[in-house]
Nanobody, 115 residues
Framework: QVQLVESGGGLVQPGGSLRLSCAAS????????MGWYRQAPGKERDLVAD???????NYADSVKDRFTISRDSARNTVYLQMNDLKPEDTAVYFC?????????WGPGTQVTVSS
């Protein structure tokens, strides 16, 4: 079983920045993909960015030039640096962990971008 602990959400003005963190613990298989998804009211949960154990990254087109995902595999932690935030980024952000026979979701952290 893998548990995920998220932090870093909050309220920011447009153009501001936040950094989300997600730490995995428990029976963590070292070959994995960790990432962030988000879900706005009335919308589906969509991928924001993810990163593999080898450092390969994927980004949603809407965030590719503004967000940066990284990881510290020694700490089983993934980070999402979010810059130039826009109101459209407002959503609940969920950390995700996927490995062979392992899958986990964080509880979600609210990110609100508003003036």
């Amino acid at each position: 079983q893998v548990q995920l602990v998220e932090s870093g959400g909050g309220l920011v003005q447009p153009g501001g920045s936040l950094r989300l963190s997600c730490a995995a613990s428990g029976s963590v298989f070292s070959i994995n993909t960790m990432g962030w998804y988000r879900q706005a009211p009335g919308k589906e949960r969509d991928l924001v960015a993810d990163i593999t154990s080898t450092g390969f990254t994927n980004y949603a087109d809407s965030v590719k030039d503004r967000f940066t995902i990284s990881r510290d595999s020694a700490r089983n932690t993934v980070y999402l640096q979010m810059n130039d935030l826009k109101p459209e980024d407002t959503a609940v952000y969920f950390c995700n962990f996927e490995a062979f026979y392992q899958s986990a979701w964080g509880p979600g952290t609210q990110v609100t971008v508003s003036s």
